[in-house]
């Protein structure tokens, strides 16, 4: 599937599902990710890929999907809007996810 067919989330989503990458890590009320009860540290995961969406019309439809893998091998996604229309102003998240997108460079 080449880019170009990924242009929507939901498009995204399905493929994650194909490949059974489909685990969403959430943010924990102490600045982790867990997923199925198991939480993760910083140094537990790392972003793999992102997938960045921006609204052609609207600046509210701008959107981020980062594929991450966890040092125990999962992978999974946590999906985020991003600027000043992101869900996590006070929760760890963007300092979280700017440690991670560290190891990738």
């Not at 990710?33 to 439809?61: M, V, W």
């Amino acid at each position: 599937m080449s880019n170009r067919d990924m242009d929507t989330i939901s498009t995204v989503l399905n493929m994650l599902k194909l490949k059974k990458q489909d685990n969403e890590f959430l943010i924990n009320g102490t600045g982790q990710l867990s997923l199925n009860g198991k939480s993760y540290n910083q140094h537990d995961i790392k972003i793999i890929k992102t997938y960045r969406f921006e609204g052609e019309s609207d600046p509210a439809d701008a959107a981020i999907i980062y594929l991450i893998m966890a040092r125990d091998s999962v992978i999974g996604y946590s999906l985020d809007a991003y600027g000043v229309y992101t869900n996590h102003t006070n929760d760890g998240y963007a300092d979280l996810i700017q440690k991670m997108a560290i190891k990738i460079k």
